[in-house]
């Protein structure tokens, strides 16, 4: 199949994402100390985001707990309406475009922007006139679909978290070489291009670099694809999982390992295939299609694995639809607030 027209433009985005991440913890540590200290202080942060920029929020909430830190990710639409009480906190509100709908509607209802700070691609949006911005390298993402935009909001919230205490090497390890892969499984994206229905599973943190590969292929794809932690799929929703369905799994070593190999063997039982992204050297389940990829947990985990994701889906979505990477109903900067 020739290459669909729109696929080229994410690819050059995502073939930058890691040398626009390195630069940008780079040159926001100094920029990024001041946030840290607030966060610190007040020992809580409120991480508010839209779309992908929240499942970025989801992605990097754990790492700040894991320091102490009461973190709270989330759905800024949704914190309008029903915000937490009053309390010294720091808010994060991440934005790739920084000018989406909700962040006008947010800050003409607020009355104190006091402890408020901006993580976004664009520091000449709206959102970097209001407030305090980390703002990250590269300049603002052009496709439709996020890809570079999720990898360079992690690492603005890395560079906060390094001034937390959080251990960085890992993370570096990740962003070492220039571009992640570039060349997808063709078994994994032939099962994706012919699904009905997607859903996606793990466990902790590399889970949120599966909701928003979800997110990635809804756009894209224009079909349904649910990002269930695998808890939360075993409590019913598996019962869904069934020919014509896919499946991708996120194996990292470790304790939680044995519950997605089970989960994996029990959707060869379904009739499915599944695909299964091994962070790590791990048995093979019979049946599945591996993609092996470096040992990682924590927020180095999410990082190796969502560009991965990414990758497949992206590609799977660019076989289903003939006007690849052109939103029918939707923009690059949208606006949920408008009646």
Known sequence: MDVAPGLREIEDEMARQFRDARTTFSHLQEAA?????????????VMLGMGASHWANRMAAASYRGLGIRAYPEILSEYMRAPLP???????????????????????????????FGLTLNAGSTLGRLVPVLAGSGGPEK??????SIVISLILHAAILHHLGHDDAALMEVLAHDAPAATPNEEAVAELA????????????????LEAA????????????????????????????????ALVLARQIGP??????????????????????DLGRQDPVAGAIH????????????????????LHVIHAAA?????????????????????
């Open 291 to 310: 993609i092996r990829l470096p040992a990682r947990n924590g927020l180095a985990a999410a990082l190796q694995l969502l560009p991965a994701v990414q």
């Open 194 to 209: 012919a699904c009905r229905t997607l859903f996606l599973t793990g466990r902790g943190q590399a889970h949120g670099a």
């Open 319 to 339: 076989h289903r639809v003939s006007d690849f990477g052109k939103p029918r109903r939707s923009s690059k900067v949208t606006d949920g607030e408008a009646t």
């Open 256 to 277: 939680d390992a044995s519950g997605v190999t089970r989960m994996a063997a029990a959707a060869r039982s379904y009739g499915l295939r599944p695909i299964l992204f």
């Open 33 to 45: 100390r001041p946030i840290a200290e607030r966060i610190a202080a007040t020992g809580r942060v």
């Open 143 to 148: 496709p439709y679909a996020a890809t570079r």
């Open 214 to 245: 979800a997110l990635t292929f809804m756009e894209l794809a224009r079909a349904p694809a649910i990002a269930l932690e695998l808890g939360q799929l075993l409590h019913g929703p598996h019962e869904c999982l069934a020919p014509g369905a």
């Open 86 to 116: 009053p309390g010294d906190r720091v808010t994060l509100i991440t934005s790739q475009s920084g000018e989406s709908g909700e962040i006008v509607s947010y800050f003409a209802a607020l009355p104190n922007r006091h402890d408020h």
